[in-house]
């Protein structure tokens, strides 16, 4: 599974494409509004992760984004702002490795600086979709 995502004008693009056997399988694109780059980033986790757990005959699951800090508070117990979503993750990792004792998930960083190309491709889906909302934000 590779995730990206990225805030412009105030509209978030979070994208995961899952791969099995080095072929695509699933591709999500997600927008919403007044969201931070954290969150976004969290919410594309959320979303990949959800998918690649219920598909079938998956006993390994390899995250690879660009940003491997902001996985990391999936399993932080603390309190923090991504609570409710690390829920949703962990319930949904718990049910994955409930299936088979020898399921792993791992998680790899891999920069946009690397140009490895299928993260290369993603980084260019998030970056080069251009969505004006309906409802621009207004200041007074």
Known sequence: ???DASVRNNVASS???IHVHNKPVVKTLYHTVNITSIEVKFFAL???INQV???YDISKIIVITDFIHTAKKIFNPSLHPLQKQSTFILRDLREFFNCHPDNVIKFWECLSESNWHLHKNIDMDTKSFYLTPLFPNKLS
Request: charged share 0%; with cysteine; net charge neutral.
């Open 53 to 55: 757990s219920h598909l």
């Open 1 to 3: 599974m590779i995730t």
């Open 15 to 17: 994208i995961a494409h």
């Open 46 to 48: 959320c979303c990949g």
